[in-house]
């Protein structure tokens, strides 16, 4: 997968919008909450223009029944994809648009980890450019290499969530 970081685009927070509505009408009534995560969703912040999407949802295991509707919008359903309790979706194959990340309601520490992250970033420009530096640097010294990339920014996230957590619950 070709890695690609862009700088903000205002665009993104639209991009969601739309996205929100069809993914909320796909879901019904299992749809709890869903909400704009990852890079594309702090303003200011280079990204990979990729839009995040947390979807909380009443029970995730229900939800396997709307993969149906999913694929009809688009989407590739992965099942956890890596992350036990997690329902992923892709949409755009190599050149990927949108992605989601599916939890029960019940499953707070993914829903507040992800929430805390983007919160934190939106308050903390400095933390912001900083990734986004990294991330930038990254996508040019591995351009063809989406794992390098990743585990470039592996000791940088997790250190980012420690601290966006502590903060999340202390705000």
Not at 43 to 53: F, R, S
Not at 103 to 130: C, G, M, T
């Amino acid at each position: 997968m070709h890695v690609r970081v862009v700088l903000y685009r205002p665009e993104w927070p639209l991009l969601f919008a739309q996205e929100a509505e069809k993914i909320g009408k796909a879901f019904g009534a299992e749809l709890l909450a869903v909400h704009h995560i990852g890079s594309t969703s702090v303003e200011g912040l280079a990204a990979k223009p990729i839009i995040d999407i947390l979807a909380v949802v009443r029970d995730v295991n229900a939800i396997d029944a709307f993969a149906p509707a999913m694929e009809a919008l688009g989407y590739e359903a992965m099942g956890e994809f890596g992350i036990p309790g997690r329902r992923y979706y892709r949409k755009g194959g190599e050149n990927r648009t949108h992605q989601i990340h599916a939890f029960s309601e019940e499953d707070h520490w993914n829903i507040d980890r992800h929430l805390a992250v983007r919160d934190y970033l939106r308050v903390h420009p400095k933390e912001a450019q900083l990734y986004g530096n990294l991330k930038q640097h990254l996508a040019q010294q591995f351009p063809e290499d989406i794992e390098q990339y990743c585990d470039g920014k592996d000791a940088f996230v997790k250190a980012l969530e420690k601290r966006a957590y502590a903060w999340y619950f202390t705000k």
